[in-house]
């Protein structure tokens, strides 16, 4: 981005290269911190005043263009994991990730910062994937970083037919050893198993604790809390408009880039993935959003 085609930053903000030369945005306010990558326009670390890193990123994690950015909390669009469809699509989690979106905003508002980021049809043109989701539309991704991060994800379709999609703001949490984690607000709710094959449909029965690789998708709207003994803390995840919430842990199967760090992170997303995707006819939006607060314990 150039100079000329900057808006105006206010001081909290800087636009900066970061790891492997990608632009970042940084965030430095009273009551908290982040940094955001225009790559994928993904939170790559939140710090609230006060708190440790609240988002984990792998000390794996590859850093260049068009390499997902493992960490953080990437925006999975427009479908989730390898799709609905056979056979499966590619990249992983949709292009949305590995996509250059564009600075839009940037500005202080209550005691925090606001920044928005946006990705058109026309950004990824040549995206790999985009020949089978050849829609029109527009992702615009509103963060407010402060005491706490919120995530905003609107998507808005331009087409002249009705589109589907999925989505999931797949947020790496930080914490001190995942076997130690307890997740509360799922019980009772239906989830399907993906580490099964084929998937199984089961019910949560109390709270939910990682002792083996976890891969859940429920069907829930309701907010989750991830409670973390090592850190002696709780993280509150509230989301908005997402009728699913992923929970993931690759344990001793991690890739490449997670290696033997898997017991630093558990993912907790807001989503509406498989039977809940979006549906949108030609000039509706769609705003789904995950707001996250941390309290010592």
Known sequence: MSEDDMPPLPDAVALEDGAGGLPMVRVHHSRGEAVISLQGGQVLSWVPSGHEPVLWTSPLARFGEGQAIRGGVPICFP?????????????SHGFARIAPFRLVEAREDSGAVVVRLDLGGDDVATAPGRDRWQHDFVLSVTVTVGETLRIEVAVTNRSDRVISYEQ???AYLAVGDVREVT???LDGAPYVDKTTRPWSARDQHGDVRIERETDRVYGTRSPVTVRDGAMA???HVARESSADA???NPWESAPDDVGEHWPGFLCVEAANVLHDGVVLAPGESHTMASTYAVERD
């Open 79 to 91: 479908w989730f994991g390898a799709g609905r469809e056979e056979p499966e699509m590619t990249p």
């Open 168 to 170: 999931a703001l797949h």
């Open 183 to 185: 997740v509360t607000g």
């Open 233 to 235: 803390r709780r993280i």
């Open 246 to 248: 992923v929970v993931w």
